[in-house]
């Protein structure tokens, strides 16, 4: 009673356990509990292109983005061949920077980082923050001169402060007929960029504090594209932003801010005819990804995704043998279905992720078959153990590489997955159900062979199913339930599926 | 399907999973094991306490000493004899020898071994071909048991034995296995082999059943078994529960032969007996077994035992 009771106890911890861990999860560190939930993320590049002076070190430096409002940014990489990239932070901006003691010729860095969408961000930036830099009046020439003056003359008519000032300047700027002075001033064919600039200038005259904004807007394919500049103006109390094509606007949604203030955006030394272009591309990730490379969660530090790629994949598959074990003690424990080998079906289980299920099924029938008829053969020649054993591993990757071979030649490129097969597993099976054979006869070699390949399918399709997938591998922590369960199974004392049919007699008589 | 269950359960029918853990798991010490999977062992306990078995002619141990020679002086000029692995599990690798023509052997067939016949199956009992696992094992050779006749009429080729359920000490069912045409001459149950269910207080046959399905008669034979009665059933009793003594094994099958002329004797102790007993009998263990474990004088004789166990689970 008492070991029953301890087991209770320990099962209801365990289950405990792990469905806490998994709600904490799934519910703090939003975890998706299902493989569907995907998340849109942009994947912005921005590549510098330059051609270096060559004998000189070359050091380059990027003004990067802070953290802004409604977007997280994720996975940032600034690697780049040849060079050493490294990250750091002046007067609160941002830099990467990469350094090569010598290069010549055409040279290319890179500077990646994703952004998804997140509204419970905030970035750290103060609208109220008071300019720090006192504005200098630019210097007009010539008819320009006169051109801006009167311009100026106008706009201030038109308006009581420097923002309404700032909008009918941007108005007048972009209007269908315009005065002959923003003719001149913009010249014939005004450029976005020449706009800004005299924008920019005459506030300057009029002292007007105000800054440039160089950021991105997030839009599908966008490649080669320059960063696009909004203007803020401080009207006293905090900061207005303008568009100089369309006037006063809202922080538009999907506007990722790079760089406030107008320190350039990049620098190069060492080189020359140097150029910054950015790409944007969206695409959709799982949204466990995300939840995993966002937070900050202690857990998160002592777990499977801090491994490389390579080892995670690695334990994908070995996070699923606890499933195969689950159903190889349902099969056998509730339903009482024979096997040869306890653990073989999960092994061939595992080796049937690899082949495909009917590749799989249809190899494994054949190295069996094949084998079987050859271990008939090696047992009239009576060896001892370890030598027939060793003869038909021996045997076994003959019979594969044939297999293998012949399916090639054949163009069945698919059955070349035979490798994956436990070939000391395969041999034992072929041991085994030799044995089987001569001792029990054919009847038994088939039911344990189909129990063995039913348990196997049954443990393959639980271990390919995508939510199984997915759940075994961010909750491994679920993996304390399957232990109780297991350990639960232990102790069961009920029938087994199959009995209730061999009991059938002492139901029938009455 | 509950309604299955429930049948199966109101009737006691115990299953695998609460042999294992409620009787299994409960009453056999894992450490005891090796007494009954190693026959040698058993023999050696056997007949250190006077428990009529087989009697032990010699083993072979090493690869070395399996020559004519050796064989020879372990045989002598006996004609029949029978070569076992120590650790075989359900009849595997048992050599019998019934007749002997100067160096020539032969089986019950009639199918003839010559000395390196019987060297070469010594030799796979060494390797372990037969044992649990495949692990090296050792070869018994045994006096050839000499079969009452009386199951002539129950059996077809092979020799039938009786499986004794001994639980704590007590006899609580037993049965006769008779070998078959679809048994192949073995006398395991779920091949084909007819189990026939004794009663307890005096050895007469209850059931017989041929694939889990009841029957009147032998298959091969037709000889019906309401006749079937075993004889030396007194002896038979304390024989079987005296095992209890001598493995501490709580729940224990017990293997049977009668001999024409010593009467019964242990072939051979299980640690796990299978279920089919139940069917035989048709009968489930559970009340039984919980009759036994409810008892509170635990210290019983062998004689106070099987008094006990006559008048508790005998039909008559």
């Known amino acids: ?66 953290i802004q409002d409604n977007y997280a940014m994720i996975d940032e990489s ?113 450029s976005f960029q020449t706009k800004i600039e005299m924008v920019t ?68 030394r060492g080189g020359h005819s140097s150029k910054i272009k950015f ?39 070995l996070l699923l043998i606890p499933i195969g074990a689950l159903v190889v003690v349902f099969m056998r424990i509730l339903v009482g279905l024979k096997t040869s080998g306890t653990f073989m079906p999960i092994l061939i289980a595992v080796a049937f992720t690899q082949t495909k299920l009917l590749t799989g099924l249809i190899m494994f029938i054949v190295v069996v078959a094949i084998g079987l008829v050859i271990r008939s053969y090696l047992s009239r020649l009576n060896l001892l153990l370890v030598a027939r054993i060793s003869a038909v591993i021996i045997v076994v990757i003959g019979i594969m590489s044939t297999i293998t071979i012949l399916s090639y030649k054949l163009g069945l490129y698919n059955i070349l997955s035979i490798t994956f097969f436990p070939m000391i597993i395969l041999s034992w099976t072929i041991e085994r159900m030799s044995i089987l054979w001569e001792e029990e006869g054919a009847k038994e070699v088939l039911l344990q062979g189909s129990g063995s390949l039913i348990v196997a399918v049954i443990a393959y399709l639980a271990m390919t199913n995508d939510l199984i997938q997915h759940i075994t591998f961010n909750f491994p922590e679920l993996y304390f339930v399957v232990l109780a369960i297991i350990i639960a199974l232990g102790k069961y004392t009920g029938y087994r599926l199959f009995e209730l049919r061999r009991f059938k007699s002492f139901t029938e008589e009455d | 399907m509950f309604k299955i269950v429930r049948k199966l359960s109101a009737k006691g029918i115990i299953g695998m999973n609460q042999r294992n853990i409620g009787y299994i798991g409960k009453y056999n010490s894992r450490k005891l094991y090796p007494l009954v999977d190693d026959k040698l062992k058993t023999k050696i306990i056997a007949e250190d ?61 009639g199918q003839p071994a010559s000395f390196q016949d019987v060297i070469r199956h010594v030799s796979n009992t060494l390797s372990g071909l037969y044992s649990l696992g495949g692990k090296p094992d050792v070869a018994m050779v045994e006096a050839l048991v000499e079969f009452d006749p009386v199951f002539d009429r129950y059996s077809f080729e092979g020799v039938p034995d009786i499986r004794m359920i001994v ?63 075993v004889p030396h059933w007194k002896t038979l009793l304390p024989l079987s529960a005296s095992c209890y003594e001598i493995t501490n094994l709580g729940y224990l099958g017990v293997d049977i032969v009668l001999d024409k002329k010593i009467g019964p004797m242990i072939l051979e102790l299980n640690a796990r007996p299978g279920l089919a007993i139940q069917i035989a009998n048709n009968c489930g263990l559970l009340p039984r077994l919980k009759k036994i474990e409810g008892m509170s004088n635990t210290k019983l004789s062998v004689e106070q035992r099987i008094e006990y166990a006559i008048r508790e689970f005998s039909a008559g």
Not at chain 2, 61 to 83: A, D, H, M, P
């Open chain 2, 49 to 109: 306490a006077g428990i009529t078995v087989p009697k032990l002619l010699g083993t072979i141990v090493y690869q070395f000493q399996n020559n004519e020679r050796y064989l020879k002086k372990i045989i002598g000029n006996l004609s029949g004899f029978v070569i076992k692995p120590s650790k075989g599990s359900g009849g595997k690798g048992i050599l019998v020898i019934t007749r002997r023509e100067g160096d020539i052997f032969f089986r019950p067939s």
């Open chain 1, 201 to 268: 200038r005459i506030l300057s005259l009029e002292e007007i504090p105000f800054q440039i904004i160089k950021g991105l807007y997030l839009k599908d394919g966008k490649r080669k594209q320059n960063l696009t500049s909004l203007l803020e103006v401080y009207d006293g109390k905090k900061w207005i932003l303008f568009d100089v094509t369309t006037g006063r606007i809202d922080m538009p949604d999907n506007f990722v801010i790079w760089q406030r203030g107008g320190d350039s955006l990049f620098e190069v």
């Open chain 1, 279 to 317: 790409s944007v591309v969206e695409n959709y990730v799982p949204a466990k990804q995300i939840a995993v490379l966002d937070r900050d969660a202690t857990l998160l530090n002592f777990s499977l995704y801090i491994l490389p790629s390579s080892e995670q994949n690695a334990f994908k598959s």
């Open chain 1, 1 to 66: 009673m008492s070991s029953k009771f301890q087991i209770g106890i320990f099962v209801v911890l365990l289950v405990a356990l792990g469905l806490g861990l998994t709600i904490y999860k799934a519910a703090y560190l939003g975890f998706p509990l299902t493989p569907g939930e995907k998340q849109k993320i942009w994947a912005v590049e921005a590549t510098i292109d330059f051609v270096a002076d060559g004998d000189k070190p070359v050091k380059v430096s990027l003004s990067l983005p802070d």
């Open chain 1, 78 to 190: 600034s690697a780049s061949p040849d060079y050493g990239a490294s990250m750091a932070i002046i007067d609160g901006t941002r830099y990467a920077e990469w350094a090569r003691r010598e290069a010549s010729g055409p040279q290319k860095l890179y500077y990646k980082l994703k952004f998804y969408y997140d509204s419970k961000i905030e970035s750290d930036y103060n609208i109220y923050e008071k300019p720090t830099e006192k504005i200098k009046p630019y210097e007009f020439k010539g008819s320009k001169k006169l051109a801006a003056e009167s311009l100026i003359k106008i706009v201030k008519e038109r308006s009581a402060d420097d923002v309404s000032f700032t909008s009918s300047l941007i108005s007048l700027f972009n209007s269908d007929d315009p005065f002959q002075n923003v003719k001149m001033l913009l010249g014939e064919r005004a």
């Open chain 2, 167 to 229: 639980f704590k000490g007590y006899p609580v069912m037993g049965m006769l296995r008779c070998s078959t045409r679809a048994s192949d001459g073995k006398a395991n149950l779920h091949q084909g082999a007819v189990g026939v269910g004794l009663d307890i207080g005096t050895g007469t046959a209850l059931n017989a059943v041929q694939f889990d399905k009841p029957i009147e008669s032998h298959p091969d034979t037709k000889h019906n078994f309401k006749e079937l009665a």
